[in-house]
């Protein structure tokens, strides 16, 4: 069977929808799996930190029957002057898959190239694919499905909002980036991600007016203003940011019904207020259990 990787949402463009319906599968069917990724290793390969995507993943390999292996890149050989051509090789030798959490986006094309077994990003500065999944578990948990529905995405046009730029085309959910102009999500996966939906029948639209923007908007969504990797001040991010933030008055504007999103970790009183976030429309948690559900379809499809 030919190896796949999951480094963009496009990799796994056509199958999903059906990953959203294996995540609620399998998370309805937690405790109950019966082992079907037995004898395989994952392994996990850190550049910068993580709480979700780590224990996620190791959670969901394990329960799935597999193993996982966490790694330092700083402390690899790769760090110290070995090639990520043979660095990739050398895993490929070891074991069934490779989730990598990368600064640069190249560096993981590289090992997704090279490397005979599925590599699956747990993000890089371009996308978070698997953040984008959980969180399109999530929205059809909570709003039964995605056609009509509107997401609003307020703040940093970073690597959450381009995954969830294509996921929301693919399911056919219409989205509105509402950034700074200095801040929008990267033109060519706006422009490709607007190619799907309207092949789907949805609106992908950029915007950098969140009145404007979170009029009966189903959904609103944000990330931190300042990326890991990121060098802008926090100062100048607060100042640039600042009319986009989540708080009781943008939710005002929404649909009474509206949930309120955000891939964590939050910086509250910055990207969201904690009134907010801990209010209830706020579905953070869930979105974050859905973590687990959704590494578990991934894992399922690629390794088995
Ligand atoms: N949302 C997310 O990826 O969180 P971590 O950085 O904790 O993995
Ligand atoms: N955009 C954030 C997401 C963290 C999960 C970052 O890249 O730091």
Redesign the pocket.
Known sequence: MVKRNLISVLDMKDEWPALVDLSIKLKEERGNHNAPLEGKTLIMMFE?P?T??RISFDVAITELGGHALYIDVSKMQMGHGETVEDTAKVMSRFAHGIMYRAYDYKMMDRIGEVATIPVISG?D?LE?PC?ALADMVTIKEKKGSFRGKKLVYLG?G????NSLLYASATVGLDMIACCPATRMPNAEIMLGAARIADANGSKIIASHDPIEACRDADILYT??W?????DTPEEKAIKLFKMYQINSDLLSIAKEDCIVMH???AHRGQEITADVMDGPQSVVFDQAENRLHAQKAVLYTLLR
């Open positions: 910068k993580s979700r995507t993000l500065n978070h953040q940093d970073n690597n959450v909002c990330d931190t300042v990326s890991m990797g990121d891939c964590l970790p």
